[in-house]
């Protein structure tokens, strides 16, 4: 998964000290909305830019003076939303808009969408530098922060590969248990923050900082717990029925008995992924493939190109450097970068599928004809949607050897093992999730309470996992996203159900295709067509809502991905 600069800049901001109010007597609405978005684009894009490029090196480094930098950057766009004269101008065009006196909806829509920018920073200057400082550091420590293991540091990809390969339980357990210590790292940093945060949202007059975020990003906190209690519902029995079959084969593996398994056993620090517990060797295809140059012939094949992509972006693992992987889109103009920690195996192929989804939806082929304010993805869930929706393929069988990577001698052996591993997918990921949505939720509404209790309350619920007898360490905190990345997870959810629904669209009306699990696109420029027509074109102009309407002819909803996940 893909953290990104959308947090980060939201939507923008300008240094708009000078800006006069106009005369409420004389002035036109819609002219008066047009001066101050050009006022607004004139002075907003050189501190994105120069914020974009602090907050690329400070993860491609690690280093403290970058840091720095990334913070001074976040600081003077903060500084500049956060200006009052501006706001009240915003109030004014905000209220000229609710009552219909902007005809042009591409301006309405910009008054929207700045107004909700402008409106997260009306808080005291000193309280936004303090949110920013300790979110800079704890994104600092996470950047730095290696395992520890017998004496030795271990890179995130070293983790990664002794949880999925070692049938050692000690072993797995240190790793394990090693890969969580940046939890303790930062917990006190993270609580801090939170307590931050929320003071900043009832400032601005919300009950805490979740609920803010949520209506910032022009979501509804109930329409969203009714939307995952669904899928609770949806997913649970065949969720069950797959954990079964996942602890019985695990539990031969390691030689305990099923009701033994522990969260160390289950391949991934946070069960957020498949285990690879079938027959074949999903990784076997990749150990000779390189991976960025399927990727870049896939994307061409299907009509968006990203070689100028990769010739900007940092691919290999190095200290310092952000251990995860991200896409950002510095100007809006096109320069669009990838970071990731490329290793030969099967993970890292849909994670460079994931990140270059994010590249072409993007800048690239958002059209440079709209104005600046929307020239951007619709919002979170669709871009995580569409970079999900390529993603899947790096378990297609149809789709690697249609692009030439050899399954070896059991072809039909991987085919069976990929499809089940990826229902599989579907199934853990949608579960995590859960944990996810709700352990931030609870936080910010009551973060007193026993945080420690409240996450592993929600993994045994929604997950199965035990927790380890006699542990209380902040092992929630080891998740980056709930300090770097906040209120954002869910949408990663919203996201698959976006992929799904924006697939089965493209098989219906491109591929006449019935059965949405037969079409990989391979080498059909018409998906590339598709997809900027009905995805990438609009920017910002819809909501996200909108736009799923608009890409897919109805709402967003759970009936393509509980396709997706049931066999056959």
């Given at each position: ?8 800049l ?19 609405p819609?002219d008066?909305?047009?001066k ?7 002075r907003?894009k050189p501190?994105?830019?120069r914020a974009?490029?602090?907050w ?9 003076a970058?840091f720095?930098?990334?913070?001074e950057?976040?600081n003077q ?10 706001f009240?101008?915003?109030?004014a ?8 006196q ?5 301006l ?13 920073k009306q ?12 979110a800079?550091?704890?994104?600092q420590?996470f950047?730095v922060?290696?395992a520890?293991?017998d004496g030795?540091?271990?890179p995130?990809?070293?983790v ?5 390969n ?11 248990e ?6 303790a ?8 923050l939170v307590?931050l945060r929320?003071?900043?949202a ?8 979740h609920?803010?975020t949520?209506t910032l990003n022009?979501?509804d906190?109930?329409?969203l717990?009714?939307?995952?209690d ?9 969720f ?22 522990m969260?160390w ?9 498949s285990?690879?517990v ?7 295809p ?10 870049v012939?896939?994307?061409?094949g299907?009509?968006?190109p ?6 900007k972006s ?9 251990p995860?992987a991200?896409?950002?889109?510095i ?6 970068r ?7 195996n099967e993970y890292?192929?849909g994670?460079?599928?994931h990140?270059?989804g994010?590249a072409?939806y993007s ?18 869930l ?6 999900m ?5 790096s378990?297609s ?5 249609k692009m ?5 001698t059991?072809p ?11 229902r599989?997918?579907?199934?853990i990921?949608s579960?995590?999730?859960q944990?996810?949505?709700?352990f931030?939720k609870?936080?910010?509404e ?13 993994v045994?619920?929604?997950?199965n996992?035990k927790r380890?007898?006699g542990?209380?360490a902040?092992?929630?905190a ?9 209120v954002y997870?869910?949408?990663y ?10 697939h ?6 491109l591929f006449?295709?019935a059965?949405?699990?037969?079409v ?6 018409r ?11 609009p ?5 996200w ?10 709402d ?9 996940f049931?066999?056959?």
């Amino acid at each position: 998964m893909s953290t990104d600069r959308r947090n980060f800049l939201l939507a923008g901001g300008a240094a708009v000290a000078g800006l006069v109010t106009p005369n409420a007597a004389h002035a036109d609405p819609a002219d008066d909305a047009r001066k101050f978005i050009a006022d607004h684009e004139a002075r907003v894009k050189p501190l994105e830019v120069r914020a974009g490029l602090a907050w690329w090196r400070a993860n491609i480094s690690g280093s403290e003076a970058d840091f720095k930098l990334k913070e001074e950057s976040q600081n003077q766009i903060d500084a500049a939303l956060s200006d009052r004269a501006a706001f009240d101008r915003l109030k004014a065009l905000k209220t000229a808009k609710d009552a219909g006196q902007l005809s042009d909806p591409i301006l309405a829509r910009q008054v929207t969408l700045l107004f909700l920018a402008y409106q997260e920073k009306q808080v005291a200057p000193e309280l936004l530098r303090r949110i920013t400082n300790k979110a800079n550091a704890v994104e600092q420590q996470f950047n730095v922060f290696r395992a520890r293991v017998d004496g030795r540091e271990l890179p995130d990809s070293e983790v990664r590969n002794v949880l999925k390969n070692s049938a050692d339980s000690a072993q797995r357990q240190r790793v394990w248990e090693a890969s969580k210590q940046v939890g303790a790292v930062v917990e006190a940093d993270l609580k801090e923050l939170v307590a931050l945060r929320n003071e900043s949202a009832r400032a601005l007059g919300f009950p805490n900082f979740h609920a803010m975020t949520l209506t910032l990003n022009e979501q509804d906190g109930a329409e969203l717990i009714k939307l995952f209690d669904e899928l609770d519902t949806l997913t649970r029995e065949p969720f069950t029925a797959a954990k079964t079959e996942i602890d019985d084969r695990l539990a031969k593996k390691y030689g305990v008995a099923p009701a033994a398994l522990m969260p160390w056993h289950y391949h991934d620090p946070f069960f957020q992924e498949s285990p690879a517990v079938f027959d074949a060797n999903l990784d076997a295809p990749f150990a000779r493939a390189d991976i960025t140059k399927l990727c870049v012939e896939f994307y061409r094949g299907i009509g968006l190109p990203v070689d100028d992509v990769i010739a900007k972006s940092d691919l290999l693992e190095k200290p310092g450097k952000s251990p995860h992987a991200f896409c950002t889109d510095i100007d809006r103009e096109g320069d669009v970068r990838v970071l990731a920690n490329i290793q030969p195996n099967e993970y890292w192929m849909g994670t460079m599928l994931h990140e270059l989804g994010h590249a072409v939806y993007s800048s690239k082929n958002i059209p440079n004809k709209l104005p600046y304010v929307l020239r951007a993805e619709a919002h979170i869930l669709t871009t995580e949607g569409v970079a999900m929706q390529f993603e899947r393929f790096s378990k297609s069988r149809a789709w690697l050897e249609k692009m030439g990577v050899p399954l070896g001698t059991a072809p039909n052996a991987f085919e069976d093992a990929a499809a089940r591993t990826q229902r599989n997918q579907l199934l853990i990921f949608s579960r995590w999730c859960q944990v996810m949505l709700r352990f931030e939720k609870g936080m910010y509404e009551n973060p007193a309470q026993d945080l420690n209790k409240l996450w592993w309350d929600l993994v045994e619920r929604y997950q199965n996992l035990k927790r380890p007898m006699g542990r209380n360490a902040p092992d929630y905190a080891s998740k980056i996203h709930i300090c770097s990345a906040p209120v954002y997870y869910h949408n990663y959810m919203m996201g698959q159900l976006f992929a799904s629904q924006v697939h089965a669209a493209i098989a219906r009306d491109l591929f006449k295709e019935a059965d949405p699990k037969r079409v990989i696109y391979i080498g059909d420029r018409r998906v590339g067509e598709f997809m900027k027509d009905k995805v990438f074109a609009p920017g910002r102009t819809l909501d996200w809502k909108g736009l799923t309407r608009h890409a897919t002819g109805a709402d967003l909803n759970p009936a393509a991905f509980a396709r997706d996940f049931r066999p056959g």
